[in-house]
């Protein structure tokens, strides 16, 4: 089972927009609900939304709520989040994650175990 997460060019500036994509493979798509997390520098991870895989439900952390979209394209096995309005305070190492059980983000970012991870990838947002 693999989760590789990327972007197309992690600098940014502030109020600017990004696409994060993880692809998923080794696994049954539909079998797993996936979500994305994000560490800054010196804090803990924090979760930040989750899809998941029964309806295509999503949930938030309030840090997501109303500037991110966590969204799936099922035919590409790809979970891709859309970060807008994005602020210096979002520069992380962004990771994507998917459990066979359920993704639970709670409003403020804690989370329930994840089985499987991907590498991260950095985001930075300038000022």
């Known amino acids: 089972l693999r989760l590789a997460a990327g972007v197309w060019g992690g600098l940014v500036q502030a109020g600017g927009s990004l696409r994060l994509s993880c692809a998923v493979s080794g696994f049954r798509f539909d079998d797993y609900a996936i979500g994305w997390f994000r560490q800054a520098p010196g804090k803990e991870r924090e979760g930040l939304a989750c899809?998941?895989?029964?309806?295509?439900?999503?949930s938030y952390a309030d840090s997501a709520k109303g500037r991110f979209t966590i969204a799936s394209d099922n035919a590409k096995n790809t979970v891709y989040l859309q970060m807008n309005s994005l602020k210096p305070e979002d520069t992380a190492v962004y990771y994507c994650?998917?459990?066979?059980?359920?993704?639970?983000?709670?409003?403020?970012?804690?989370?329930?175990?994840?089985?499987?991870w991907g590498k991260g990838t950095q985001v930075t947002v300038s000022s």
């Open positions: 899809i998941s895989k029964s309806d295509g439900s999503t």
């Open positions: 994650a998917a459990d066979p059980s359920s993704c639970i983000v709670s409003p403020q970012g804690r989370y329930y175990a994840m089985d499987y």
